[in-house]
Every structure is written in C-alpha cells, then in structure tokens.
C-alpha cells in the first residue's frame, strides 16, 4: 500500500512565487526525505529530516515535518524556471528502504 | 551528480527476448536498489542488496531477478519480456556511514519498451 500521498498532484505558479507541497504518511518513520526529478531523469536527493527534527533548512528549501499528524511540507522561496520538476516524499521505516509518495508536478512559469 | 550509471536507456525490444539492464556506481556504496516507474507514478520497489551475494525482493512483485556479484555492480535480469514489462527501471545506491540513513542516489533509469 502505498505510503506517501502528496498533495497537490500538480502545482503552477509563475516564477519568483514561492511553491508548497505537502505528504502525508500513514505509519511510523525513521526518516522522511524529499527528491526532485526532472523530466527523463533520475530523482535527485533534496533533503532528509528526522523523526526527531520538526524543520530544517536548505538554501531556498525548508522542510517540516509534524510526526503527530503524519505530514511534511517542502517549500520552494522565490522559485525559479529551473525547479520545474517533480518533487516526491519518501519515508523510511527501517533498514534503510523508501517507500515514495506519487509526487507533485511543479511548473514555473517565467 | 552522483556516480551512478545505468545502460541502455532506452530499449525497444520483442516479447519474448532475454534482457539485463545494468546500473553500476562508483562510491562504494554498499546498499543497492531497483526501482520500477511508470510515468507520471510512484516509485516502487522490486529489488534491493545490502552487499555482495545479497539480494532480496521489494515491495513490488516482480519477474525480473538481479545478482550482487561485485560491490559497484547490480545488474536487473527479465528472461522473457513481455508487454506488462514496459515501464522504467530507475537504479540507486546509498552508502553506510554508520550514523543511520543515508540519502539514495539515482542513475538516470532505463526506458524500457516491450512490442
């Protein structure tokens, strides 16, 4: 059964906007982690917060993550053309194996 | 980028034709994946290794088998494609720094198409 569910399942803004993609979970994690997957190509690692983290930052990304309500949220400040792209969630619930979320579609339009 | 290298990717082949699909990387990593992806979908598992001469199923039940004879290599084996194969097959790799997860990395995947 699948694990993550991401919402939305697609997101369009124009650039410079910022852009916030919200997952949800249904059991326990070790880790929650964020990719990024541009057309025709493998994901890209974006960021990993702990179970015990509740935020955390990386340039233009910041993540949160509330363990209560099961949901994380990544957003994307002042957005750019360049991160159209997919963004998948994926939690860890043991020896290291991920389980993704079905993705938003993020477009950014000039 | 990450060093990891899947080939071919793109394949257009007859049902019924042997297929390996290789991805290799050059980190060291110990932990190797494979998953499928169909477009525009989740990614699902359907084989892992956690060293050499081990392998085990994924999430995602397939007919495709894979071996972990060398540390950088893990090739995805199907012995008689179908048309319910067509997807994409995405490689990853993560390593073990003994302080838990660790992220995964990607190769590019493998488009495969079953006529």
């Known amino acids: 059964s699948q694990q993550g569910e991401e919402d939305p399942q697609a997101l369009s803004i124009q650039e410079g906007e910022n852009a916030t993609m919200n997952c949800s979970y249904k059991?326990?994690?070790?880790?929650l982690q964020w990719y990024r997957q541009n057309s025709g190509r493998g994901l890209v690692h974006l960021i990993l917060?702990?179970?015990?983290?509740r935020e955390k930052h990386s340039g233009r990304l910041r993540v949160t993550l509330d363990t209560s309500k099961k949901s994380s949220s990544l957003l994307i400040t002042a957005s750019r053309a360049a991160d159209t792209a997919s963004y998948f969630c994926?939690?860890?619930?043991?020896?290291?194996?991920?389980?993704f979320g079905q993705g938003t579609r993020l477009t950014i339009n000039p | 980028e990450a060093d990891i290298y899947q080939t071919p990717r793109y394949l257009v082949i007859g049902t019924g034709k042997k297929i390996t699909l290789e991805c290799s990387q050059t980190?060291?990593?110990?932990?190797m994946y494979w998953y499928q992806q169909d477009p525009g979908m989740e990614l699902h598992l359907i084989h892992y290794?956690?060293?050499?001469?081990?392998?085990e199923k994924g999430d995602l039940s397939s007919e495709s088998t894979v071996s972990r004879i060398r540390t950088e290599h893990f090739p995805l084996t199907l012995e008689s494609a179908r048309p319910s194969h067509t997807s994409q097959y995405l490689c990853?790799?993560?390593?073990?720094?003994?302080?838990?997860?660790?992220?995964?990395?990607f190769g590019d995947g493998t488009r495969l198409s079953i006529l």
């Open positions: 990853a790799s993560s390593g073990d720094r003994g302080r838990g997860s660790q992220p995964q990395h």
């Open positions: 059991t326990s994690i070790n880790n």
């Open positions: 917060i702990r179970s015990n983290e």
């Open positions: 994926a939690t860890e619930q043991g020896a290291q194996k991920l389980v």
């Open positions: 980190m060291g990593h110990d932990k």
């Open positions: 290794s956690y060293g050499v001469n081990s392998t």
